[in-house]
């Protein structure tokens, strides 16, 4: 509290505080002339956006960071070091912030701070409150104050329906407000809300009175869905909303820019996510987070996946970070080789951490041809609770590099499906993974395209080395118990772990179907895992409607259904879709539906805040 107080005191006398650290070298001067400048004054409500902006700009000269603490919290990296000097903030918690801008000189290294002091107001002070977002489809349900010690949610419900849906649960703060984002709304609808309190042992104390709030129309053209199978009565019903992470491709074949979205079962929309900033060309979503957020990468200005971002329901970031920022860090740690695109993966970890795949080049001389050739690689990259680096895998290091990408693929600078490439023309595609997973006994599944593997790497939860503990697929460490030679997995994605000895993924198939995409058909495929004496099994294996050269999800659901989603396949006609597809543990196709926008990934889930089941 004393170092609030100071730092009112500073500004009530100076206007903008001025504070000096030694990250890494000490400057005892603020940039000449540089201000922090809000374009609202203080005292807004919870949930408006302030635009902050440091003056002037200096981007040759100087890079910027942006973060806030409240009260007495710890200091929060929102938008970490890079070429932005304008920051989007839009706290949900009332309360005295402290919002500190820190610059960077590039040639020295030296970081000084401007400080600003920040007050929130609640929206509500005895009966809750519902008030409209800048998404048509999103509500911000503001709470009076709960219990502390005692937990509240949002519940709601359409006029006339019958199933009640819910937002994720948040601890009362005495004396402060709750407020929710509520999302997977149906479009000009009216949907009733009202919240429900729980005691520290989960038992239900009390509901609060009825609120209610009319949807907007979508703003943004949709791709055509399809239900080509219907459901099933024993279908998921659970896992009723379907989040779509839809990828490049339909910009060119239907002239609609691609975006994360989430319909019902039937294909009604329930949620999207759009770009708004000029320099941003496109986002492709990695995965969803528990509590309604969404990490996602951007692409910005000529190169794509510069920002790995997130999200909440309404649009608004969370915090970001950015390929420059991790460099530096990985630069301090005593890594040379530059990380050059997020790609793939971006996956929470249950202590709060996140695991993330990045791009990594080295030029290896006769090793994979004579001479000098550039070969592409993968970092796994784990990010702490404030996306600072903690633990780095490199492929290059843990991998036998003589071994080629299984069928030859090449990679030009950002050419379809390739991250930038900067020490050659080409280079070959050597790993290409596109998933990370948690074990039970705390190591990293890799997912690798193009070795059709998955490998197990030595993480014990930070304390690993990184050394590859197992392979698995064609011509790795396991024995699979199928005589037939193409049973093994080929070009798979999203490799998951289920319970402690189960793994699902997708297998696209490539190496088995390369020579007749028409009439071939990509598999889903469960197996279990025997570490022990090494040997899988295919509990499931079944051949999918279509055939899906690139992309593709699994996951296991809540009732021992299996979701499969094909990201991307030829239709009759110049026309491109996806789909997603349920089946029961026996093999039984129950439901299909279908969309004209190509998904790098799809999620079944029970809503817009609960993590995907079977994933993680």
Known sequence: MKKIL???????????????????????????????????????????????????????????????????????????????????????????????????????????????????????????????????????????????????????????????????????????STNFYVGGMRPQALYWLFQEEFDAQ??????????????????????????????????SYAENLVLHAGVYGSGIINRIPPFPYATDLAGRTLWYYTLEAPDESKSMLFYPQAGGTFLMKVDVGEYQARILREVDLAGNVVRETNVDAINAQLAALGYAEPFTSFHHEALPLPNGDLAVLGSVERILVDVQGPGPVDVLGDYVVVLDANWQVKWVWNAFDHLDTYRLAVLGEIC??????????????????????????????????VSLRHQDWIVKIDYQDGLGDGHVIWTLGPEGDFTLDNPDPDAWFTHQHDARIVGADQVVLYDNGNTRCGDTPLTCRSRGQALLIDEQGMTATLTLSVELPQYSFALGSAQRLSNGDYHFGSGVFLTQGPSIASAVDEYDANGNLLYTLQSKMPAYRSFRMIDLYTHPGGSG
């Not at 981007?59 to 000097?85: A, C, H, T």
């Not at 007050?119 to 999103?138: G, N």
């Not at 703003?219 to 869905?225: C, H, N, R, T, Y």
């Open 6 to 176: 100071i730092i009112c005191l500073m500004v009530a006398l100076f206007g903008v505080a001025r504070v000096s650290v030694a990250a890494p070298t000490l400057n005892q001067q603020t940039p000449e002339g540089f201000q922090l400048v809000p374009n609202l004054p203080s005292g807004q409500p919870v949930g408006t956006e302030v635009v902050w902006d440091v003056i002037p700009v200096e981007p040759l000269l100087y890079e910027y960071r942006f973060s806030y603490f409240r009260n007495n919290e710890p200091v929060q990296i929102m938008y970490d070091f890079g070429w932005k000097q304008s920051f989007e903030w839009v706290p949900l918690e009332e309360g005295f912030y402290g919002v500190i801008a820190s610059i960077r000189e590039k040639a020295t290294g030296e970081v000084t701070h401007l400080t600003q002091t920040y007050i929130l107001q609640p929206r509500v002070a005895t009966a809750p409150v519902v008030s409209p977002t800048a998404h048509p489809l999103v509500a911000l349900y503001s709470a009076p104050a709960c219990t502390a010690g005692n937990q509240l949610r949002v519940v709601f419900v359409p006029q006339g329906g019958t199933r009640l849906a819910s937002t994720n649960m948040k601890p009362c703060q005495a004396g402060h």
């Open 412 to 445: 030009q600078h950002q050419s379809l499906g390739c991250p930038p490439v900067f020490l050659d023309a080409q280079a070959n595609d050597w790993t290409h993974a596109n998933a990370i997973d948690l074990s039970d006994d705390g190591n990293l599944l």
């Open 202 to 235: 989960g038992n239900h104390v009390a509901y609060g009175p009825l609120r209610y709030f009319v949807t907007g129309a979508v703003g943004i053209v949709m791709p055509a869905l399809t239900v080509t199978v219907p459901p099933d009565p024993a279908v």
